[in-house]
């Protein structure tokens, strides 16, 4: 496969990934680390990483708005309930 054709699928599956996450904002970050080791801050860091490795600069507060679709304070307020006990201790156990 030609390196271009590559990133191009590459950079389509990641637009498909954010679409599927923004189409589950139920899925909270929590859930996420628990069962994946990543979440949508994980992806936004790697987001910045990627820029830098490019040559391009981009503060990390933009690459979250660029995964969350909005600014992650307005996304938070609006899609981010307190975590349960359950997902605090799952959190938890999966840190030791």
Request: some cysteine.
């Amino acid at each position: 496969m030609a390196n271009d054709t590559q990133t191009s699928i590459e950079a389509a599956v990641f637009r498909r990934l954010l679409a599927h996450l923004d189409d589950h904002k139920d899925v909270q970050n929590i859930d996420l680390m628990n069962l994946a080791n990543f979440c949508r801050n994980c992806l936004s860091k790697w987001y910045v990483v990627a820029a830098e490795s490019n040559h391009t600069s981009i503060e990390y507060e933009q690459a979250r708005e660029i995964v969350y679709g909005m600014p992650y304070s307005e996304w938070k307020e609006k899609h981010q309930p307190p975590a349960t006990e359950q997902q605090l201790q799952a959190f938890s156990e999966r840190q030791s």
